[in-house]
């Protein structure tokens, strides 16, 4: 049973930066496209970023443009993402998932094992 598993989020101010991280046990990340997500308490899952399996090909939700960005190193079978100029709006849960085919990109519904995600805030 693949698990992935987030870590990374913190309390920072704003303008800030932090890292996330996303390993996985019992499957190689390298094998599949991965995702980020991030949910605030009573709002929507919403799509945050998007890596192709070998790492040539990563998409960015409009609101995340230009400051956020996906990376992935699959020797270390670990998916990133780093974040700067943050700001409170961005104080959110991050998931990442698997996108098993690939093409799901900011549909969650395509996407399978969610990580138990990782609490990032950001102080005004």
């Known amino acids: 049973q693949v698990q992935p598993v987030e870590s990374g989020g913190g309390f920072v101010q704003a303008g800030g930066s932090l890292r996330l991280s996303c390993v996985a046990s019992g499957r190689t990340l390298g094998s599949y496209a991965m995702g980020w997500f991030r949910q605030a308490p009573g709002k929507e899952r919403e799509f945050v970023a998007h890596i192709s399996r070998g790492g040539s090909t990563t998409y960015n939700a409009d609101s995340v443009k230009g400051r956020f960005t996906i990376s992935r190193d699959n020797a270390k079978n670990t998916v990133y993402l780093q974040m700067k100029s943050l700001t409170p709006e961005d104080t959110d849960v991050y998931y990442c998932?698997?996108?098993?085919?690939?093409?799901?990109?900011?549909?969650?519904?395509?996407?399978?094992?969610w990580g138990q995600g990782t609490q990032g805030t950001v102080s005004s």
């Open positions: 998932a698997i996108d098993p085919r690939g093409s799901s990109v900011s549909r969650s519904s395509g996407y399978d094992h």
